[in-house]
T-cell receptor
Framework: QQQVRQSPQSLTVWEGETAILNCSYEDSTFNYFPWYQQFPGEGPALLISISSVSDKKEDGRFTIFFNKREKKLSLHITDSQPGDSATYFC??????????FGSGTKLTVEP | VTLLEQNPRWRLVPRGQAVNLRCILKNSQYPWMSWYQQDLQKQLQWLFTLRSPGDKEVKSLPGADYLATRVTDTELRLQVANMSQGRTLYCTCSGTGGALAEQFFGPGTRLTVL
């Protein structure tokens, strides 16, 4: 059973637009939600994370919005750049040690 | 700053042959070490978390059997056997709480079945 779901599977935006990546989860014990960015041939890199006590986390052009009641979160990338083109993974954890990953969203930013 | 080294970075594995992977931790602030696999469809899956030297665990998943060992405070090993489909194995490290609890991935070892 997929515990973490992501949508869309792929997304194309123009440079300067806002990309919105969605994530939902099943397990109410999950309390930590990191997003990872992965470029081809590299390992996933931690981008930004949020705990379940917050509803928003911002870091530069990257913002997580979190809705605990609906078990949903989203990653907003404002002023998207071609260098943001990568696969983004949403993850969830009940204890910081075991991460359950979604299937990823492949983002393409067209110049 | 590189937190983790993995070797080899890639390996061609004849069907039926086992392969041994190594992960070296470069920063003792992040002592919890784990293995994740990423399949050919890019799905990431947790395999093991080993905290102390001497810890060992085994697991069988579709497409491969695993034996993980925490050798020392800075070295983690993984034996992959009976692999039928290619995959990439990532070592991760994390601390014990707060901001240090965030998990960081190594560069990965890509395995291809011959």
């Amino acid at each position: 059973q997929q515990q973490v779901r992501q949508s869309p599977q792929s997304l194309t935006v123009w440079e300067g637009e806002t990309a919105i990546l969605n994530c939902s989860y099943e397990d109410s014990t999950f309390n930590y939600f990191p997003w990872y960015q992965q470029f081809p041939g590299e390992g996933p890199a931690l981008l930004i994370s949020i705990s379940s006590v917050s509803d928003k986390k911002e870091d530069g052009r990257f913002t997580i919005f979190f809705n605990k009641r609906e078990k949903k979160l989203s990653l907003h990338i404002t002023d998207s750049q071609p260098g943001d083109s990568a696969t983004y993974f949403c993850a969830a954890s009940p204890n910081y040690n075991v991460l359950y990953f979604g299937s990823g969203t492949k983002l393409t930013v067209e110049p | 700053v590189t937190l983790l080294e993995q070797n080899p970075r890639w390996r061609l594995v004849p069907r039926g042959q086992a392969v041994n992977l190594r992960c070296i931790l470069k920063n003792s602030q992040y002592p919890w070490m784990s293995w994740y696999q990423q399949d050919l469809q890019k799905q990431l899956q947790w395999l093991f978390t080993l905290r102390s030297p001497g810890d060992k665990e085994v697991k069988s998943l579709p497409g491969a059997d695993y034996l993980a060992t925490r050798v020392t405070d800075t070295e983690l090993r993984l034996q992959v056997a009976n692999m039928s489909q290619g995959r990439t194995l990532y070592c991760t490290c994390s601390g014990t709480g707060g901001a240090l609890a965030e998990q960081f991935f190594g560069p990965g070892t890509r395995l291809t079945v011959l």
